[in-house]
Nanobody
């Protein structure tokens, strides 16, 4: 089992920045991939960014050059630095970890990000 705890959401004006954090505990040795997803009201959950154990990153086109995913292995924590935020970035952001041979998904509780125009 993997437990994920997120922090760092909030309200920010368009053009501003926020940094989200996601701390993992439990069977962290089994984690293969970490990522961030988001879900806006009335929409499906979508991928924002992922990072592998080796540090390889992947981003949704909508956030490339504005968001940066990173990890601190010593703290078992993944970060999402969000710059140049837009109202369309408003959503609940969820931390994800894929673990084990089956790549089972573990999710954080979600953190609200609201960008005002």
């Amino acid at each position: 089992q993997v437990q994920l705890v997120e922090s760092g959401g909030g309200l920010v004006q368009a053009g501003g920045s926020l940094r989200l954090s996601c701390a993992a505990s439990g069977s962290i040795f089994s984690i293969n991939l970490r990522g961030w997803y988001r879900q806006a009201p009335g929409k499906q959950r979508e991928l924002v960014a992922t990072i592998t154990s080796f540090g390889t990153t992947n981003y949704a086109d909508s956030v490339k050059s504005r968001f940066t995913i990173s990890r601190d292995n010593a703290k078992n924590t993944v970060y999402l630095q969000m710059n140049s935020l837009r109202p369309k970035d408003t959503a609940v952001y969820y931390c994800d970890a894929k673990a084990g041979i089956s790549g089972a998904d573990y999710w954080g509780q979600g953190t609200q990000v609201t960008v005002s125009s």
